[in-house]
Each structure stands twice: as C-alpha cells, then as structure tokens.
C-alpha cells in the first residue's frame, strides 16, 4: 500500500491510499491510532489529488550518519560501533517538488544525501529488533541536505543540516508488507546525472537495528522519521566538489518506493533569486 498526505481537489489537506496517479481513498480517522492502518480504515470512494505533500508531519526527525561503509570511507572516517545519531528540526521538512532553497546565510556548499526512511507507527520505547516491525508504519524517500562549511565550521551538525527545506520526504509511504528494507537500491541523481548507487544491505546498522536502537534511548512517537544514512557518492568528496546550485534538480530514487524530485532554488534576495 501506498499512503500519501495530499491537497485535494477542494484544497482539505487529506491522507489517503492511493490506489492510481492522482486518486487516493481517504482515511477514515486519524493515521495514528496504536495500530498500523488496515485496509478498511480507508474510505471506498476515491478523491482526487492535487498536489502530494510531504507524507507525514513528524513530531521528531532522528537521523544517523555514516551508516554506509563506502559512505564513511570516502570520508575518511572512523566506522562506527554505534548508531551516530543526530537530529534535524521538523522546520526543515519540505514536500516533494518543492523547492530546496540554499540559505542565504550558508549557500555555497549545500549537498545532497540520498536517504531510506523509516516512519515509525505506533509508539516504541526499549523495543527489540525481533519486535521492531510492529513499530513501523512504512518507508519513505529523504534527502538529508546538508550545509557542509557549517558542518566543518560548527563540529557539530545541527545548523548544517537544519536549515529550513533541508529534508525533503517523500513521494509517499510505502507499507512494510511491499518492502524488503534490507534489499533495495538507493539512488541519487543531480541533473539527470547518477551521484549515488547501493543497497540498504550495505547499511552498518540496519533499519530496523535503528529503531530498535533508538527506542532504547528516547520514547519514538508515532509519525517520528528516522534517515538511515547515505551511500557512497556525496559532493563534498567528488574532485572538484558538486555542490546545489540554483536552477538544479535533485532527485532520490528508491526501488519499490519511487522517486523523490526537488529543484533547487536560491534564497530570496540573492543575486539570480
């Protein structure tokens, strides 16, 4: 199943399973009830989509970094023996097609990171691996943008991958039951052009070895995001870097789930803006 947060045709802001491009069947009550959606809490009558939305308005953004063995050694960095977790504002979540726009405070190295993310369903606190998957509403594309001269500046990541617009989610949540989220491709691709290419089996830690990792360190309410990390291929290693420049397109494409697609824009005010 995939579920979608949407703009109907009338303007209500609606979730729903969509069921074709474009015509979702509405759910009926809240998308966060203690247990994972059925199929019968879906209305029979179908809705147009006008425009889809970032799939969840989450209450935490939980992210983790060097989660891909290629990932940490092109960065020259240390493997790690724990889940590296950091945050991001839920200010920072934009909708697909939405613009990701570069911060007029820090706009010269903006990267992307291509991301699987796990939307968690039911609350979860000190839960097992083996238990994990009860927890999870579905999975979903992310982009964890990144400023990199405020990553290096700061020693710490908060500003850097902050920013307003700097986590793209989308196009929608696809339910566990249609996804193997130990066995699909991850893809980024700037312009058209391929940046990233692997496999969530290369991750270090696992998705579901995250979130059972996390709930043993915070309570995870229902709609909290968790960004698994990115593969290999970022911009900040390439020669000469790539960076986000105003005018590109960013997309995250993940196998059984679809396509994330973000243009890039410049802050307001900026010469080219």
């Known amino acids: 199943m995939r579920i979608a947060r ?19 069947r509405p759910l009926v009550g809240d998308l966060f009830t203690g247990r994972l959606p059925r199929d019968g809490d879906f209305a ?6 006008r425009e889809l939305l970032a799939p969840v308005s989450p209450p935490n953004i939980f992210a983790i970094g060097r989660n891909y063995a290629d990932h940490v050694a ?47 369903g039911r609350q979860a606190r000190a839960i097992s691996v083996a238990s994990a998957p009860d927890h ?11 400023a990199r001269d405020c990553q290096a500046a700061d020693k710490q990541w908060s500003r850097a991958k902050g920013f307003d617009t700097f986590c793209p989610l989308g196009p929608w949540i696809v339910t566990p039951d249609a996804l ?15 940046m990233q290419s692997a496999v969530t089996d290369a991750m270090v830690f696992s998705a579901l070895e995250l979130l059972s990792f996390l709930s043993h360190q915070f309570t995870l ?13 970022v911009g900040f290693v ?7 420049r105003g005018g590109d397109r960013i997309e995250v494409d993940i196998e059984g789930i679809g396509t994330l697609s973000n243009p890039v824009s410049d802050a307001p005010g900026r010469d080219g803006a």
């Open 221 to 233: 309410l229902p709609g909290t995001v968790i960004l698994t990390g990115t593969p290999a291929g």
């Open 238 to 244: 390439r020669q000469p870097p790539v960076f986000l």
């Open 44 to 49: 029979d009558d179908t809705v147009g989509v």
């Open 6 to 24: 949407f703009l109907s045709e009338d303007g209500t802001i609606l979730s729903g399973a969509l069921v074709a491009d474009g015509i979702a």
């Open 136 to 146: 999870v509403l579905g999975y979903t594309c992310a982009n964890d943008v990144t």
């Open 180 to 194: 193997d989220p130990t066995n699909c491709r991850i893809s980024s691709r700037l312009n058209g052009e391929l």
């Open 74 to 120: 092109e960065t020259g960095a240390r493997r790690p023996e724990k889940p590296l977790i950091f945050m991001k504002p839920t200010t920072a979540v934009t909708a697909p097609e939405h613009a990701i726009v570069l911060p007029s405070a820090a706009p010269a190295q903006v990267d992307f990171e291509a991301e699987l993310a796990v939307v968690v």
